[in-house]
Nanobody, 125 residues
Framework: QVQLVESGGGLVQAGDSLRLSCAASGRTFARNTMGWFRQAPGKEREFVAAINRYSDTNYADSVKGRFTISRDNAKNTVYLQMNSLKPEDTATYYC???????????????????WGQGTQVTVSS
């Protein structure tokens, strides 16, 4: 059974940094695209970043230059380094993994088959 477990969220001040981790179990995802999404209260879940098996990346415009996605295939883990955090980054952050091995760095939620339970990030002003 595939399981994705996010960690690293918390309460920080504007300008601070956080590093989120998402550890996968149940199968190896070295060939799969892995991504991060977020959902703020009262808003729809939105794409944040994704990385394919070649370590090609894609970012939402709102986080470009501040967030960095990376992966460690040996640990079956994807990371999201978040710098210069803003209050508008406050959300529940979810990691996701697509089921196939196509290297598409998709932004659509429907591309991703496996999802974690989320970790809360709160940025105070």
């Amino acid at each position: 059974q595939v399981q994705l477990v996010e960690s690293g969220g918390g309460l920080v001040q504007a300008g601070d940094s956080l590093r989120l981790s998402c550890a996968a179990s149940g199968r190896t995802f070295a060939r799969n695209t892995m991504g991060w999404f977020r959902q703020a209260p009262g808003k729809e879940r939105e794409f944040v970043a994704a990385i394919n098996r070649y370590s090609d990346t894609n970012y939402a415009d709102s986080v470009k230059g501040r967030f960095t996605i990376s992966r460690d295939n040996a640990k079956n883990t994807v990371y999201l380094q978040m710098n210069s955090l803003k209050p508008e980054d406050t959300a529940t952050y979810y990691c996701a993994v697509n089921k196939g091995d196509a290297p598409r760095i998709a932004t659509a939620q429907t591309w991703y088959a496996y999802w974690g339970q989320g970790t809360q990030v709160t940025v105070s002003s």
